[in-house]
């Protein structure tokens, strides 16, 4: 047995979906969105109750979210900071940026804080190149970065 | 320079929102349109020479002659919202200030095409953006713009938003299908003749946001009026985008055939902190980087930028300065390529990661002639041995780095 499941809102939400796509499959995505949201991460208990519902197997279902860089297949910290290492914002700066918020936190990119408040990782282009450098925090994008602009921002985080 | 066609309400407070969209122009060409037959519709687009934003710059108009008559399948439109080229940050500009413009292109569209249900499928960053075009969604369910009977037609059509999770390749029109139908983002063969993609086998169209987004004026205003812009083999306006060291980093809306350099120093104003020019990514990434001096009698259109050897890509164009290292901006790009590649075949997998090992090494003094020459092999390894151009295209853009700045690369090489 496994121990997740869906909130009662999620079910619903699931349902209405099932009617907007052709075959089942096409709801993988979107489930393990709702996973996510529901539980901060992609548990092996999630994914074996995904299988069912979805009706494949567990190893499918772990292959595909294995896929996607943005499904947690650990808890990550209260605060997730990403940011973009690509070119656009290389050039403006984003290797300072990252070196900064690492001596704040005291831990390198990849890695979570010990008390799990923050976690720190890079990642590629965000679509944001003209507002460089740019990291996105939680879901919401933070640009034209500065260190000023990041120890305000760090400052304000309880 | 700038033409406004598709940015036209941008600068519009609250231009997202339904009431303000309706007061400037949004929905217009719908009267139009439903006077018209969708194989009509098709050959206006056709006709206005509109070719796809997304980066391959195929005629829209062709590709949807593609979709077969009498296929006991629905026919579908897929949006590709994917936007993750580095140096590309148009679409969400559409979808942050002209949700409806979207809606407005997708309705056309799929008339024109029979289809009946459309996808965004929108990169996974893209939450705030995701949420801008939900509501618009919402919007026009609730005012009748979408669902059955759209505008008091015949014609119905149901749109549904699809988050993609993180994964470059899902750009990739197959890819995207893929991903859509809940796998791995994983390219497909493509087939030998022309033929339209495949959404569970049934004939589906992947277009860019951009691309439909630049439909309603046409058929609201004839394919003359959208060729009166651009040039004969590049007709009409593109969103071009300006970012690394330039003065003013943006999206601008410029018809084709206008002087790359021109626009850099007049629009974008210049280098930033008044620094010398040393080359330019024209479009995307993925485009053969231009020295500054190859790019003096350069226009943005797609022929262009072939003759010069690179191509036009999405318009995002990155502008590099006289400080920058070749090697190193080559290795951020290899890092991508090689977090990026979704790992199918071989050569693209591990080559991408051996280019990018080895031009670690030469970048800490590490590297020989010898790591030299294994780099080009793994570079030519790359061309044409694999299911998609992702490959080759890295192929292409690592010869322009290496062949453009060879000295900076031997600088680098002990014995
Ligand atoms: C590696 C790769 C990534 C791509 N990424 C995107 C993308 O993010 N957005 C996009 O619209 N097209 C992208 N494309 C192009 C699509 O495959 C496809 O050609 C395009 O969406 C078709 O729309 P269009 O004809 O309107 O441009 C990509 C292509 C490749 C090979
Ligand atoms: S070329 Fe690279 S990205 Fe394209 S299918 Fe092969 S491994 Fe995947
Ligand atoms: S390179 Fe950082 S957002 Fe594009």
Redesign the pocket.
Known sequence: MSAFVFTPENEEKFAALLQRYPQKSSLTLPSLWMVQYQEGFISEDAIVFLAKKLETTPMNIYSVASFYTMFNLKPVGKYHIQICKTLSCMLRGSQEIKKHIENRLGIKAGENTKDMKFTLTEVECLGSCGSAPCMSLNEAYKENLTIEKIDAILDSLA | MIVKIVSKNFDIPDSHKLHVALKHGRYTSLEKLFSMEPAEVVEEVSKSGLR???????H?GD?WKLIPKNHPLPTYLVV?A????PG?FK?RQILEFDPHLVIEGIIASAYAIGANHSYIYIRGEYVFWAKRMQEAIDEAYGAGYLGKNIAKSSFSLELTLHRGAGA??C???TALLESLEGKRGHPRLKPQGKEPEWFFGAPTV????E?IASVPYIIKNGFEAYRAYGTDNSPGTMLFGLSGHINNPGIYELPFGVSMKAVIEQIGGGVLGGKELKAVIPGGS?CPILRADEIENITLDYESLIKHGSSLGTGGMIILDESVSMPLAMKNLFEFYHHESCGQCTPCREGTGWVDKILGRLLTGDGTQEDYKTMLGACDMLNGKTI???AP?VAFIANSYIKKFKAEFDALCKA
């Open positions: 796809g934003k997304g980066g391959g710059g195929a829209t590709k590709n994917d936007e993750s080229e590309t679409d470059y390749i750009g990739e029109k992947v277009n860019n946001v691309t993925s998609c151009v992702f295209s």
